[in-house]
Structures are given as C-alpha cells and as structure tokens.
C-alpha cells in the first residue's frame, strides 16, 4: 500500500512540474511549485516510513518550514513588484 502511496506521490509531483513550467500566470506556477514541495514532504515521509527511518520526519518537517517560508518570500517580493505580463518576449 505505501509502494502504491509512493507512485501516486511521484505522479501528482509531475504534475506539479508540468503546471510549474507550462502555468498561465506566475500564480499559477508559485502555486505549483508549493504543491511540488509539499509533495516532496509527503514523500520524505513516506520514504522514511518504508525504510523503517524515523528521523526522515525531521528532514520532512524542516523541508516544509523551508518551502513555506520561500513561498511567503516569493509572494511578498511580487506583491511589490508585480510582473508585466502582457509583454511579449521575442
């Protein structure tokens, strides 16, 4: 069941990747990008728990402290200076 949890993890983190490279707007790729690193922590987790390594959790917890934080950062820096993107690049 965990090997099944671990494949639907690493599909749903493609997914991610997808939305974070192909994403409409700069939202939509911030917001995947935070999906891709919660799954991350889901994953470490999951990991740890097959490979009978309780101290993945630690790794899993600081992981997600790092990734909101970067989140809260990178909104902040566009909520300043927000993109111009009705500019197209050539």
């Known amino acids: 069941m ?3 949890a671990t494949a639907a993890i690493l599909v749903v983190m493609l997914m991610a990747l997808i939305r974070a490279f192909l994403g409409p707007t700069l939202y939509d790729r911030i917001l995947a990008v935070n999906m891709f690193g ?7 987790a999951v990991v740890g728990f097959l490979m009978g390594r ?26 300043y200076s927000p993109p111009d993107e009705t500019v197209e690049h050539k």
């Open 38 to 44: 919660t799954n991350t922590v889901l994953l470490i």
């Open 54 to 79: 309780p101290e993945f959790l630690d790794i899993a917890m600081v992981y997600a402290l790092v990734n909101f934080i970067s989140v809260i950062a990178i909104l902040r820096y566009f909520e």
């Open 2 to 4: 965990f090997l099944t």
